[in-house]
């Protein structure tokens, strides 16, 4: 079983930055693929960054091409996503999420391709 925990989240004004982590429980954190994904109200989830579990590759959504980085630091278990630039449009819970060794943009992307689920932490960014 695999705990996820975000934090990191807050209000910020338009073109500032917040990072946002994520801790995760348990020994496996090395075979895990780790996501972000977003949920704005009256949406649905949206993928928006992913690292596969061998660190080699990074995949993300084109809105946020050039303006986020993720990161993981599997000494902590923790992954990281950095976000600069942002946008009012940005607005939304962030959720961390864990699969085991998925690889690919298309699998990646996938909300089911994700075992595990954090809670979500509330991004708002004012104009």
């Known amino acids: 079983q695999v705990q996820l925990v975000e934090s990191g989240g807050g209000l910020v004004q338009a073109g500032g930055s917040l990072r946002l982590s994520c801790a995760a429980s348990g020994r496996t954190f090395s075979s895990l693929t780790m996501g972000w994904f977003r949920q704005a109200p009256g949406k649905e989830r949206e993928f928006v960054a992913g690292?596969?579990?061998?660190?080699?590759?990074?995949y993300y959504t084109n809105f946020v091409k050039g303006r986020f980085t993720i990161s993981r630091d599997d000494a902590k278990n923790m992954v990281d996503l950095q976000m600069n630039s942002l946008k009012p449009e940005d607005t939304a819970v962030y959720y961390c999420?864990?699969?085991?060794?998925?690889?690919?943009?298309?699998?990646?992307?996938?909300?089911?391709?994700?075992?595990?689920w954090g809670q979500g932490t509330q991004v708002t960014v004012s104009s």
């Open positions: 690292i596969d579990w061998n660190g080699q590759n990074t």
């Open positions: 999420a864990a699969g085991y060794y998925g690889s690919g943009q298309n699998t990646v992307s996938s909300s089911n391709s994700y075992n595990y």
